[in-house]
C-alpha cells in the first residue's frame, strides 16, 4: 500500500515549494469552495482545497499532481488551520499524493473480488513497464500503487488512473490502456469488455425484462 508519510522536509523541497500559491483563477475556485460553509466553518473546505493544491502542483510540474509540506502549510494558512490538522487529513486519505508522481498515476484495485478477477495479473503488467510501487518510473510517466476497494466490484479487475477508472480489465486491454495514455490519446474510461456499457449482467439482463416506461409505471419479472 502507499506510504503516507511526507516527503522530506528538504531546503531543496522548500526552495521548489516555499513560494507556493494559487493561481488567480485557483483562487476564485479556492474561495468559492469556502463560501459554501458559515462563517468561521472555512475549516470544512480543506478536502476541496488540498485536491486544487495537488492539481496545482500536478499543472506545474505535467504530473498527476502531489502536495510538498509548504503546500500543506500554505492550505493550512489560508484556511486558518493548524498544520498538524490538514496533515492528518492529506495523510488519511488516499486520494492525496505526499510524495512526488509521475504523470499518469496507475492505482491497482486489490481487493478480494479483483484479486479474483485477476488484479495479480494487472500488477504484473505493470510492472513489465517499469512501474515500482510508490516510485516514479525512470520515464516519468508512471506510478504505481495498490489500492482497497473503489467500488467496481461487478467489473473488476479495475484500475484508477488520475481521473479515471478503466474496468473489466487484462493484461492485454490494460497494455492499450497504457500505450493510449504513453501516446497523449485518451482511451475510452469505464469497462472494456466490448458490448458491454456499464455493470450490467456481461450475458444481458437477467430480470425485469419485461420492464417498461408507458404512464410512469413498470413491469417487471421478479
Not at 500536478?58 to 488551520?81: F, H, K, N, R, S
Not at 473503489?150 to 479515471?164: E, S, W, Y
Not at 492499450?176 to 485518451?186: G, K
Request: glycine share 8%; with cysteine; net charge negative.
Amino acid at each position: 500500500m502507499a506510504d503516507r508519510t511526507p516527503a522530506p522536509d528538504t531546503p531543496e523541497l522548500r526552495a521548489r515549494w516555499g513560494g507556493f500559491a494559487w493561481t488567480p483563477e485557483n483562487k476564485t475556485t479556492a474561495d468559492w469552495h469556502i463560501a459554501k460553509y458559515p462563517e468561521g466553518r472555512q475549516r470544512s473546505a480543506v478536502m476541496p482545497l488540498l485536491d486544487l493544491a495537488q492539481r496545482q502542483v500536478g499543472a506545474e510540474t505535467d504530473t498527476q499532481g502531489w502536495l510538498p509540506l509548504p503546500v500543506i502549510e500554505y492550505v493550512a494558512q489560508y484556511l486558518g488551520m493548524p498544520v498538524i490538522r490538514v496533515l492528518e487529513v492529506a495523510s488519511f486519505y488516499f486520494m492525496y499524493n505526499l510524495k512526488p508522481v509521475g504523470k499518469f498515476h496507475v492505482q491497482v484495485c486489490g481487493t478480494t473480488p479483483c484479486m479474483l478477477r485477476g488484479s495479480d495479473d494487472i500488477m504484473t503488467a505493470c510492472k513489465k513497464r517499469g512501474m515500482v510501487k510508490g516510485g516514479v518510473s525512470a520515464d516519468g510517466l508512471w506510478t504505481l500503487t495498490e489500492v482497497e476497494c473503489m467500488g467496481n466490484c461487478a467489473t473488476a479487475p479495475m484500475v484508477q488512473i488520475n481521473d479515471d477508472n478503466y474496468e473489466d480489465l487484462t493484461p492485454e486491454r490494460l497494455d492499450a490502456v497504457l500505450d493510449a495514455l504513453a501516446a497523449d490519446q485518451q482511451p475510452k474510461t469505464g469497462t472494456q469488455e466490448p458490448g458491454r456499457h456499464t455493470s450490467e449482467p456481461a450475458g444481458g439482463p437477467t430480470t425485469l425484462t419485461a420492464m417498461v416506461d408507458a404512464n410512469h409505471d413498470y413491469r417487471g419479472e421478479w
